[in-house]
């Protein structure tokens, strides 16, 4: 299984910003699902993750604000971001299967004051 993040950009504070994770196969079958991001000179973070039961678990950071989904049939997950704040401003990058085998390439957001 192949991934590709998509939908970064510039978005003022407190705006909106989709994140799309498409997957080359099938989904159905990957148990747990995830976004991590990672801002300039600090370490991965682990942001949300979905199981295959639609179970959620978000970073306390983004809670109230994420939304993380699966769309089984299109083989694909997103993370909707509201309320962005700068310190949102990382790439951002899914994963996904055991031990996040599979890793997107990464799509940069960036949240301006």
């Known amino acids: 299984v192949q991934l590709q993040a998509s939908g970064g950009g510039l978005a003022q504070a407190g705006g909106s910003l989709r994140l799309s994770c498409a997957a080359s196969?099938?989904?159905?079958?990957?148990?747990?699902m995830g976004w991590y991001r990672q801002a300039p000179g600090k370490q991965r973070d682990l942001v949300a993750i979905?199981?295959?039961?639609?179970?959620?678990s978000y970073a306390d950071s983004v809670k109230g604000r994420f939304t993380i989904s699966r769309d089984n049939a299109k083989n694909t997950m997103y993370l909707q971001m509201n309320s962005l704040k700068p310190e949102d401003t990382a790439v951002y990058y899914c994963?996904?299967?055991?031990?996040?085998?599979?890793w997107g390439q990464g799509t940069q957001v960036t949240v301006s004051s």
């Open positions: 196969g099938s989904i159905f079958s990957i148990t747990y």
């Open positions: 994963a996904a299967g055991g031990e996040w085998h599979y």
């Open positions: 979905i199981s295959s039961g639609g179970s959620t």
